[in-house]
């Protein structure tokens, strides 16, 4: 889950990192108070859940509260086209208005998860600022790393020496070093994925500050950790994402045509693979979870249907605590509530799948049966294919 710039700077001050004052306004005359009362120069920053905002014009920076006023308004009600938005852009609802804080240096500092390590990994570069992927790829000698396996926490001698790669030495390091530290203790005290400043600005006067700042948290997290839960910004989402994320459906919509219904995590990443193995895409990533019922189902089915992307869909049980004919059942009431024509191929393994399977039978509706996941991705990627061939054949 993502969160604003906004949201993200709130919940690394309060472990310790220091950030510019700064309100939210969703007027332009509240952008003008805010100035008024931060004191100006201050820069007004539109809050979408996208990077690239200053390339894209989305960043300004106002010398008086009239120029606050002005950008907030130009910005306010807007479409932000970045890099990572797509040409439709995202609509600016609210700006930051913050005080201007003038950087010496501009330095980068971020944890994430690293999966394949299994690992927290702290990186440090010199090179903060804008397109700092393109300056990792010219100067990775720049770019430091320090890990903590598993179970264990990043040290204080690790931040230390990530300060000192970066060239910082006295004050200026062990400050940066505590900053390291602080954004560690909020990656684990939040379940977050990803901590990030970019830029920590070195000011003139050698103060330190986060200048922006982003966080992205584990979504299967989000039931023990309410206080992150409300920080959601359904209005960010795609109205797909805001529907699912209503029905408690862990939904991610990807590039693709197929179409994945599936009940746990691991086996909706495998039915993806399986998909590309057999030469299609996937179109989601579509986690139904544990103790959906026949309602949910039937939600989790009109989600996909309602993809215009989607010209076919897999669904992929296993049942233990989700029984298949609960599952079975949500799906016909979902196709025939729908009316959707799409082909679906439907495997159903464990808890009550001869029943799930019956209810299928009866139906009287077109699904697909498969027996095993590698047939029934073969089988999807198949039918998807010769139906997109007799569209693209009509005159």
């Known amino acids: 889950m993502k969160v604003h710039e906004f949201q993200a700077k709130g919940v690394l001050a309060r472990f310790g990192v220091p950030v510019p004052r700064g309100e939210v ?11 008024e009362r931060l004191g100006v120069p201050v820069v007004v920053k539109a809050q979408v859940h996208a990077g690239g905002r200053g390339k894209a014009g989305g960043i300004r920076t106002a010398a008086t509260p009239a120029a606050a006023e002005r950008a907030a308004a130009d910005l306010l009600g807007s479409a932000l086209v970045t890099a990572q938005t797509g040409p439709a852009g995202r609509l600016v609802r609210r700006v930051l208005v913050e005080e201007a804080v003038g950087a010496a240096r501009e330095l980068y500092l971020a944890l994430a998860v690293d999966p394949d390590r299994e690992a927290v990994v702290a990186i440090a570069s010199t090179e903060g600022g804008v397109d700092v992927e393109e300056a990792f790829a010219r100067t990775p000698q720049r770019v430091f790393k320090e890990y903590a396996p598993a179970g264990s926490r990043l040290e204080e001698a690790q931040a230390l020496k990530l300060g ?6 006295g004050e200026s390091a062990s400050r940066t070093a505590g900053i390291i530290m602080a954004m560690a203790e909020a990656l684990t005290a939040t379940d977050a994925a990803l901590v990030e400043i970019n830029p920590l600005a070195l000011t003139g006067e050698g103060g330190l500050a ?10 299967n997290a ?3 950790r309410p206080e992150v839960l409300a920080l959601r910004d359904l209005e960010e989402a795609s109205s797909l994402e805001a529907e699912a994320a209503r029905s408690n459906l862990s939904y991610v919509k990807i590039d693709g045509d197929i179409g994945c219904l599936v009940n746990g995590a691991g086996l909706a990443m495998a039915t993806m693979d399986l998909i590309l193995q057999a030469g299609g895409r996937p179109a989601n990533f579509l986690d139904v979870g544990g103790g959906v ?23 992929n049980i296993f049942g233990g605590i989700v029984r298949c004919d609960t599952v079975a059942a949500g799906v016909v009431r979902a196709a025939r509530e729908t009316g959707s024509r799409m082909p679906v191929v439907i495997r159903l393994e464990g808890t009550n799948a001869e029943e799930g399977k019956a209810i299928l039978r009866a139906s009287g509706l077109a699904f697909h049966p498969a027996e095993g996941m590698r047939e029934a991705a073969e089988r999807i990627v198949a039918l998807v294919g ?7 054949r009509k005159p």
């Open 25 to 35: 306004a969703e007027t332009a005359a509240g952008a003008r108070a805010a100035a």
């Open 164 to 169: 000192a790669a970066l060239g910082l030495a």
């Open 210 to 219: 986060a200048l922006d700042a982003r966080m992205v948290f584990d979504d």
């Open 222 to 224: 989000l039931g023990r």
């Open 293 to 315: 019922t026949e309602d949910g189902v039937t939600r989790a089915f009109r989600i996909l249907a309602a993809d215009p992307d989607v010209g076919g869909a897999l669904v």
């Open 386 to 392: 010769a139906a997109a061939g007799r569209r693209e």
